[in-house]
Structures are given as C-alpha cells and as structure tokens.
C-alpha cells in the first residue's frame, strides 16, 4: 500500500484561525509551538511547517490586526523545538529574494546539525515592494524575476552545502551567476542530511517548474479529488526533462479537518468553523480584498455591492494580490444571485479552503483515497486552533490511518528524509 505522508502547519494568517475560541493561545508564547510539534510527532508526522511574514500586513492603511499580528523569526523557533522532539521534521519558510545564500545555508545546515537531520526549507518568493521597504534593497525585484533569483539561490545554497567532502574535509567554492557572486569557505561541515530538505510553496505553472526542478516536496492546494489528480500528473512529468524520477517530488496539498462522531456532526461543526473564521468584521474585509475599495459602510448581511472593483488598488498591502478581482466579483455576484446569499455568506461560500469532514473513518477514508489514487502523496494540516488545533486528528484519525496500513506505526528512520522516502543528495564537490 502506498504510504501517506503528513506535516502540521502552525496556523494564524488567511483567516483560518478561530482566534475568539477560549482555546486559542498566544502565537508568540513558545509553549503554543511546542503544543502543536510534540503533538506532531506523537502522531508520527513526518515534519511540522513554519510560515513567515517579513512585514506585518496592512488594510486601509492600517495593520490587519484579525490575522497573526507578530511571530518570532522561523529558524530560532525551530532550533528550540530540536531541542523537545526527537523525530520530527522541522521546516522554515524562508524567503529567496531577501535574504543571502551564504547566510541562509549556514542557518539551514546548523538546524540540521542541532536536529541530527530534520531540517527542510520551504523556499518563497516575493516581488512585494511593500515588503521590500523593511530591506537595504527594497522591493528592487521584479516579479518576472523572481523565480530566475530564487532558482539561482537553492542552486548557490547547495554549493554551499557540497563544499564540504562526505569525509568532513572543507573545499572553497565559488559562484558567478546573474544574481550572485560569492566565493570563500564555508564555515558549517556537510549535514546529517546532505542537505536539507526543500520545499516548494505554489500552484502556478512557474512554481510547478520551479517545484520540479529544485524541491523536494510542493506545498500545494486543490479543491477535489479530480483537480488533485490533474495537478498531481501534471507536476510529476514535468520532472524527466530534469533527470528525475516520480518518486523524488511529494505532493503535499494543505488541508483543513473538521471531525465529529457522526458525519452530519461533522457538517455541523465544519459550518460553525467557517462562520466563526469569517465574522461579520472579516467578510467585509474580505469583500474589500477583493473590491479593492473602502466597504466599511457595507452590512456584512445584506448584499454585495453594485460598484465594481478597483484593480489599481492599494487597498491592501502585505497579501497576495487578486489576480483579477472583476472576474471574481462577477463570479461572487452571480453565487449571490443564485442562491439568495448576503456578503458573509457569500464569502464564507466562496472562500472555504479544501476540507476533509466526517467521523474519524470517513475522513481516513478519503484521506486514503486521494493518496491511494495519485490525487496526493500526503498532506499539510492547517488547523484552525492554536495549539490544540491538531489533538483530535492525531488522537482519533492516525489510529484508523495506521489500522489500513496507510500510515507508519513508528518512524524507521531518523531524518526527515528518511520519513519521506527520499535519497540522500549525491555529492557534488
């Protein structure tokens, strides 16, 4: 039986966090990250996945104080965690455009050493000038390039980590590239890994190139098991022009779950997550996300509105812009129209992400499907509770998992590579 792989992501941005839950915890305390990762790992995940933002998000010209307002620096964080787990993988988002090689691969390779092997890099992008006001060079980047430097900096950063013989012994190197020029010595022995672990974040056909040239694992997202399997063959072909095989790329879709001991239980449930996740205050910053334009005066229960959208907007600054916000007003005024919607519902409709909901066996099942039948390898549960967030799936969902022979009973291995099948990197010194 194929086997399923499975990561938690800390939560608190886009809306999934049910911050108004009594249960909802500190996203700075240091407690709340060990919570989440030790249960991780008595469930035998095989890596637990920090996000990072560089600046903290803004709307209206002022911070989007109902998304994670602060959060330590990813690495510190996971360097502790190394410290309380023992064979979890812990991964770091860590941006390509505004940081340096040099200093990024010692960090990585320290984590590594310091976990004896559980360190992964989840490699993003960014052309956000926004962002870039908080660095020397500022928002310099344009997004064309974007993937050009960063496919340059896991080049250059395993350089870096090859530097270093398999024996221990230190080698100069040297780069020239179009966006990097470095040369010396590298101050960090090869890792317990080789190298650690890369992750791509990102479904456009420039991300899937990226992800199949360069990543070891896609952190992705598809709405059904159909969509999941056209995505999932989609990517792995694209990895032969680049001499590998199927096998050295895992799909790992970010997922929500929502349990009950019945599946109409569940359905209950997962209704009064969404309506908690969009509150009357969040659907309407949602709709100015979109509009582009000042909603305040809008009742988040009546209808959408009859003006169109701004694309020129700089409404919102420090998230993913709209790609084309007339074509999804369109597409949420004819939802609205169709089924009598006002604005929260319409955006609780049109903006839930891709959920498994049922009884503990049902989820199991599906979750079997869709690796069983090419849709994924594994998941990335983003939880909607901090830190508690992931108990009831490890508690009540691993078990069936590992009943089916779908899941791992115990790790056999101790590196993160090992938990994801995945070789060793062969040394290019």
């Not at 064979?87 to 860590?94: D, E, H, K, N, P």
């Not at 779908?406 to 938990?419: C, I, N, P």
Request: with cysteine; net charge negative.
């Amino acid at each position: 039986m194929k086997q399923m792989h499975l990561a938690a992501h800390f939560p608190g941005v886009n809306s999934t966090t049910v911050w108004a839950d009594p249960r909802s915890r500190s996203q700075i305390d240091f407690a709340s990250f060990e919570h989440l990762a030790r249960t991780a790992e008595r469930g035998r995940f095989d890596f637990f996945f920090l996000a990072e933002g560089l600046r903290l998000r803004e709307h209206n010209g002022r911070i989007h104080d109902l998304d994670v307002v602060g959060r330590p620096e990813s690495l510190t964080v996971l360097n502790a965690l190394a410290a309380v787990t023992d064979r979890l993988g812990l991964a770091a988002t860590v941006n390509a455009t505004f940081n340096e090689p040099y200093e990024l691969a010692r960090r990585l390779a320290t984590l590594d050493h310091l976990s004896d092997g559980r360190a992964a890099w989840n490699v993003v992008t960014s052309s956000d000038a926004f962002t870039g006001e908080n660095f020397r060079r500022g928002g310099y980047l344009d997004r064309a390039d974007r993937y050009t430097r960063a496919a340059e900096f896991v080049a250059t950063v395993r350089e870096l980590w090859d530097s270093w013989t398999p024996d221990g012994t230190s080698r100069p190197f040297a780069h020239s590239g179009a966006h990097f020029e470095v040369s010396g010595e590298f101050t960090v022995p090869r890792s317990p890994q080789g190298h650690p672990v890369v992750i791509q974040a990102g479904d456009s056909d420039e991300g899937r190139e990226f992800a199949a040239s360069a990543a070891d694992v896609i952190f992705t997202r598809h709405g059904t098991l159909e969509a999941g399997r056209v995505f999932y063959a989609d990517v792995k072909e694209r990895l032969a022009k680049y001499g590998r095989q199927p096998e050295d790329l895992k799909i790992m879709p970010g997922v929500t779950v929502a349990l009950g001991d019945t599946d109409a239980e569940a359905q209950e449930n997962a209704a009064e997550i969404r309506r908690q996740q969009v509150s009357p205050q969040n659907a309407i910053l949602a709709l100015e996300q979109v509009w582009g334009r000042d909603l305040s005066s809008c009742d988040p229960d009546g209808p959408l509105p009859d003006i169109e959208p701004d694309p020129e907007s700089g409404l919102v600054k420090g998230r993913v812009r709209v790609a084309d916000p007339l074509a999804v007003a369109a597409k949420w005024r004819a939802l609205s129209a169709a089924k009598g919607l006002s604005i929260r519902q319409t955006v609780i409709e049109s903006t839930a992400r891709q959920s498994f909901i049922g009884s503990p066996q049902t989820v199991a099942a599906e979750l079997e499907t869709f690796v069983s039948t090419d849709a994924a390898d594994g998941f990335i549960l983003v939880p909607h509770l901090t830190p508690g967030g992931l108990d009831d799936f490890v508690d009540r969902v691993v078990p069936l998992l590992q009943e089916r022979g779908a899941f791992r009973s115990e790790y056999t291995g101790s590196t993160l590579r090992s938990h994801l099948g995945l070789a060793e990197p062969v040394w290019k010194g």
